[in-house]
């Protein structure tokens, strides 16, 4: 198998770094204080960060100090409901403790027909679908993933970006720039 190889369902690697455009994007929010699930090297220069040594899934999300949280989860099957309903509880409780000074924003696979999407589709001020599919950068190399043939290869499935927060016209008007489309939830704060 090529090195690198984007095989999501099949679950062989699971740590693909964000890619350059959806990084931009994200940006555009704002500095990225908290980065809950990444690799020693904090790819996206966060000012704190989680690595699977130190497991995003069992500490807080919401800095005190406030700031932009992010979460590119691992996508396999068995990882992606744990990350999912972690990251709603972590929305509700921004909401809940009145945190408008936090931001949370997770990248994933958008799966409507399963529970944990549902749960993220009620739970999230704003579900974003990307346009088309994203192209991981591969951590190990550095470069877009590459399918079997060596070829550049998006990911094989939908994507959404979620948000939580009390920005969520601006989180819609810097990612609709990408042309997705998006759901509102009614604000709850």
């Known amino acids: 198998m090529t090195k690198g190889y984007v095989d999501l369902n099949e679950n062989k690697k699971t740590d693909w770094v964000t890619p350059p455009d959806t990084l931009a994007l994200l940006l ?10 990444t690799r020693e090297d904090n790819h996206l220069n966060a000012d704190q960060f989680y690595t ?28 992606t409901p744990a990350w999912v309903a972690r990251a709603c509880d972590e929305g509700e409780r921004l909401h809940r403790e009145g945190r408008s000074s936090n931001e949370l924003v997770v990248l994933g696979p958008a799966r409507p027909d399963t529970a944990w999407f549902r749960k993220l589709w009620l739970s999230a001020d704003v579900v974003y679908f990307w346009k088309g599919r994203i192209t991981f950068i591969d951590p190990d ?18 994507v959404h970006v979620s948000y939580w927060g009390v920005r969520p016209q601006t989180f819609i008007d810097v990612f609709t720039q990408q042309g997705g489309c998006y759901h509102a939830a009614e604000a709850p704060f």
């Open 28 to 37: 555009q929010l704002g500095r990225l204080t908290l980065d809950v699930c």
């Open 52 to 79: 699977p040594r130190v497991n995003g899934l069992a500490q807080s999300w919401l800095p005190l100090g406030g700031g932009l949280s992010y979460c590119n989860h691992p996508w396999s099957r068995q990882d």
């Open 141 to 158: 190399t550095g470069k877009p993933a590459v399918d079997k043939k060596g070829n550049s290869s998006p990911v094989p499935v939908p």
